[in-house]
């Protein structure tokens, strides 16, 4: 566990870093983590803006922060100011959460691992039948969630995006299971899917509506919709009522401070019911 200190003395100090920050829900998940482990330590939010990051990873070799989830709009840029990367952080080329090893900064990507543990504790055993997805988007949280697809074996990924440059890119980066998709030819993609995933901003509070045609979706189907604003997204919605076996992206931001909280104060947390429904009321109290 990582000795740096917060300045009341008190244990590990942590953070999470954006710009801006003040929608982040994790200050509340770290914090109620450490209260109900009765540790010693913090985790506040931190607005840096981008010409300031690398004063922030200063403070971080400095010891101020033993550690710190990062968010938009730092995710790529600050790779360079790091030691080195976790294998998925390198293959995603993101990074979401920063922790000690020895004087080294170590950039982790846990959104993968996030999104891969709900889908476990919501649809267990999802993998055994899954040979084809379908993701849409192509932007930072696609680029982690096909990551962890392929990771689990998934035969076809089919990839559409509104901008087919971005869908095309991943494909060369991820290799020959990742096939690009025009984004008007995703409803012809969803009767050969097994697992579906949204990974743009679209169906989010303030955003457009996702328009997807789900009447030839497979019985069966995981429908994964990664927006966590509303809860219930309309694609979920719509999917649960044929059938299909929904998983929201509330989990996937629960179960990805996992990582960081391991690393920092030296315990596995376990995401909770209580954790859920505090989080939950938080999101569904947001203006
Ligand atoms: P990015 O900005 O990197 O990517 C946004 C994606 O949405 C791109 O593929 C973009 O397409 C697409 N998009 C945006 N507007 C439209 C539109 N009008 N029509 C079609 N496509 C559109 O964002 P992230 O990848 O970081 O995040 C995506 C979503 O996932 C957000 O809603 C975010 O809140 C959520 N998220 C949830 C997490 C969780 O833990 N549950 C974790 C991380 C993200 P194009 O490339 O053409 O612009």
Known sequence: MNQSRN??????????????????????????????????????????????????VGMMRNGLFAGANVTVPHKQDIIPLLDSLTEAATAIGAVNTVYREGDRL????????????????????????????LVLGAGGAARGIIHGLLSRGITQVHVANRDPARAEALARAFGPRVMPLGWD??????????????????????????????????????????????????????????????????????????????????????VTPELRALVQRDVEAAP
């Not at 450490?34 to 300031?52: F, M």
């Not at 050969?192 to 997807?212: F, V, Y």
């Open 185 to 270: 030819l995703r409803n012809d993609a969803v009767a050969g899917a097994d697992l579906i995933a949204n990974a743009t901003s679209l169906g989010m509070k303030g955003q457009p509506r996702l328009e997807l045609d789900l009447r030839r979706l497979r019985p069966g189907c995981i429908v994964d919709d990664i927006v966590y604003v509303p809860l219930e997204t309309d694609l979920l919605r719509m999917a649960r009522d044929r059938g299909a076996v929904t998983v929201d992206g509330l989990g996937m931001l629960l179960h990805q401070a996992v990582a960081g909280f391991t690393r920092w104060f030296g315990i596995v947390p376990q």
């Open 106 to 133: 170590v950039g982790e990507n846990s959104d993968v691992t996030g999104f891969l543990a709900h889908l476990d504790a919501s649809a267990a055993g999802w993998d055994r039948n899954c040979q084809a997805a």
């Open 7 to 56: 300045p009341s003395g008190r244990g590990p100090r942590c953070c999470v870093i954006g710009h801006p920050v003040n929608q982040s829900r994790s200050p509340l998940i770290h914090g109620y983590w450490l209260e109900k482990h009765g540790l010693a330590g913090s985790y506040e939010r931190l607005d840096v803006a981008p010409e300031a990051l690398p004063d922030f």
